[in-house]
């Protein structure tokens, strides 16, 4: 029996803002499955009381100063940007006209 | 010398401290064999001849001025593309990077400037350092320098196929799961994952934060050594990066007594016959040097690939999210809003393994299932750690193989994300409980193609497991009786 289909993966895709195509739903379903198959073996395990692994490290992390200190330089960072003005990155209008947020809309206003 | 390249790391950095030759020469003869094996290899992704020499210059007149530099001086150091230097180009093999010009230098990139070695080509790698044949690089495949027809392994395959052809004195990689000690393997050299927290990642691009650790390739254990010495250490700005200083390392040698551990999990099914015959011989290599053999059980080892693939692809998923077209990198044409443009600009820019890990990490990290897949995986991964604490009670290192088959065709698994995944099941566990592993060549299997035998030690012990890894290479001699056709 599969545990997921390609509605799944669907949404999944679409939380991790990936628009995938109908090929790559196809293929991304049957990998998900498989992988989820062979990941259910963790389900057999006798967990006991076990903590969650947050932090391998043995050793407590090493704090630093909390102090005001130097960025990189507007210019330096921008430069390397896709799009760019006037130290600032360009994006498409995220409020459009009338007031709307079109942030997760598809349809023209 | 007649070619520089054939030097060990030290050698050379010695005769450029000496002034024996200069580090111009020694760029100029990496550069030399770098044209000769590329055209084969495909290992560089960015190699900028001109820059470089004149970087060389600079450590030639630092030497002529006295000052004191490492062990290092004037080695071509080779750095896998996940790795930032300024002003050159890091695309981790994504053409989500493509064009993407680093603004700043790692950290273990300004140790190696500070120690007067030379930061050499960039290496091709999987994407995002997915993989483990370097078959993910949007960039093309990198090729075995012992047989074209054959992966290098990955995803630090072009840092290991630089240094096993000589274009590259040394190199880096990281290993998140086995990217460095894998291909190391896969090519008959030294690959080593250092102590999660060893190295900072400052300037290394995040695949999965509570796994990924920088680590050193090179032809012999010392110079492997000699470069975690320069890379490693505190740093304030990785903070899982350890306060304390790396330990002297490069004279380290296996004490006259002690015990080695075989996990009989490593040696079952799935293990290809010709690597356990030369993983044995290994392992009566260190008896012969005052080894004692001790059977040990990692009874959750089994479960490493499963919980990795859960726990990785979690963290991917929330590190990748950062590619949006909006800071860095590529950006889809004419988006209509930004919706559009977060998702279009991902759609071209990732590659099929990238999406589909972001898929399972998002899936698992999802309502309703993240209990069942992430916290379990947690909970499994804090079981494993705790079959190799208590390993350690009985052992000073484990010994098992590195990987469970030598170099497989180009091609050969590309069908079968859960077969490709299943190539990292003896080093997975490592990363999980974040200890020191190195792999080392000990022979050649079938088809003439390089063996790895990995030793694991105790958080921390890289000077244990260096020592004895050195006088396992010297009882060896690998590398005195074999080298790769190219």
Not at chain 2, 45 to 64: F, H, K, Q, S, T
Not at chain 2, 359 to 371: C, N, P, Q
Request: proline letters at 6%.
């Amino acid at each position: 029996m599969s545990r997921v289909g390609i509605d799944d993966v669907k949404r999944v895709a679409r939380l991790a803002h990936l628009a995938l195509t109908e090929d790559e739903l196809a293929q991304v379903t049957r990998n998900l499955d498989r992988l989820l198959d062979y990941v259910a073996q963790l389900q057999a395990i006798d967990v006991g009381g076990a903590s969650e692994t947050v932090h391998v490290g043995t050793r407590p992390t090493p704090l630093r100063a909390d102090a005001v200190r130097p960025g990189l330089p507007r210019e330096v960072v921008t430069a390397t940007a896709p799009a760019a003005e006037a130290g600032l990155f360009q994006v498409p209008k995220v409020v459009e006209s009338g007031g709307e947020s079109a942030g997760a809309g598809t349809e023209a206003p | 010398v007649s070619d520089l390249t054939k030097l060990s790391a030290l050698d050379l950095g010695r005769r450029v401290r000496a002034r024996e030759v200069s580090a111009v020469e020694a760029c100029r003869s990496h550069l030399e064999r770098a044209r000769a094996t590329e055209p084969a290899l495909h290992a560089y992704l960015d190699l900028p001849e001109a820059r470089m020499l004149d970087e060389a210059r600079g450590i030639d007149e630092r030497v002529a001025r006295g000052e004191p530099l490492s062990p290092l001086a004037g080695v071509p150091v080779a750095i896998k593309d996940n790795i930032c230097v300024a002003g050159r180009p890091t695309t981790c093999g994504s053409k989500i990077l493509a064009g993407w010009t680093a603004p700043y230098d790692a950290a273990v990139v300004e140790r190696l400037r500070k120690a007067g070695a030379l930061v050499f080509g960039k290496t091709n790698c999987d994407e995002f350092a997915m993989g483990s044949s370097n078959e993910n690089s949007a960039y093309g495949v990198v090729r075995n320098p012992w047989d074209l027809a054959r992966v290098p392994g990955g995803s630090s395959g072009g840092s290991a196929a630089a240094v096993t052809a000589r274009s590259a004195a040394v190199g880096l990689g990281s290993d998140t799961g086995g990217s460095v000690r894998q291909p190391a393997s896969l090519c008959g050299i030294v690959g080593m994952k250092p102590t999660y927290g060893r190295v900072s990642r400052y300037g290394l691009v995040a695949f999965a934060s509570s796994l990924d650790q920088i680590g050193p390739l090179a032809r012999n254990v010392t110079d492997a050594a000699a470069l975690l010495e320069v890379v490693g250490g505190p740093d304030a700005r990785d903070s899982t990066c350890s306060d304390e200083a790396v330990p002297s390392l490069t004279d380290a040698r296996a004490p006259s007594a002690f015990r080695f551990g075989i996990p009989a999990e490593a040696f079952g099914e799935g293990l290809a016959p010709d690597v356990r015959r030369e993983v044995e011989r290994a392992m009566a290599s260190l008896e012969s040097l005052g080894g004692r053999r001790v059977e040990v059980e990692l009874p959750h080892s089994s479960a490493a690939v499963a919980t990795y693939y859960v726990v990785a692809t979690a963290e991917a998923s929330s590190n990748l999210a950062r590619y949006d077209g909006v800071r860095y990198g590529h950006r889809c044409e004419a988006p209509s809003n930004v919706a559009d443009l977060i998702m279009r600009t991902r759609d071209e820019g990732f590659g099929p393994e990238v999406k589909r890990r972001i898929v399972i990490g998002t899936y698992v990290l999802s309502a309703g299932y993240y209990d069942a897949y992430y916290r379990r995986a947690n909970q499994v991964r804090s079981l494993i750690s705790r079959d190799f604490d208590l390993a350690f009670d009985r052992c000073d290192v484990l010994v098992m193989p590195t990987s469970p088959t030598t170099a497989f065709r180009i091609g050969e698994k590309t069908d079968d994300p859960l077969a490709m995944y299943l190539s990292d099941v003896y080093t997975v566990p490592v990363n999980l409980a974040g200890l020191p592993g190195i792999s080392l060549p000990c022979g050649l299997g079938d088809g003439g193609l390089p063996v790895g035998v990995q030793l694991v030690a105790p958080r921390w012990q890289e000077p244990r497991l260096l020592g004895i890894a050195r006088s396992l290479e010297e009882a060896l001699r690998f590398s005195e009786m074999h080298a790769p056709p190219l």
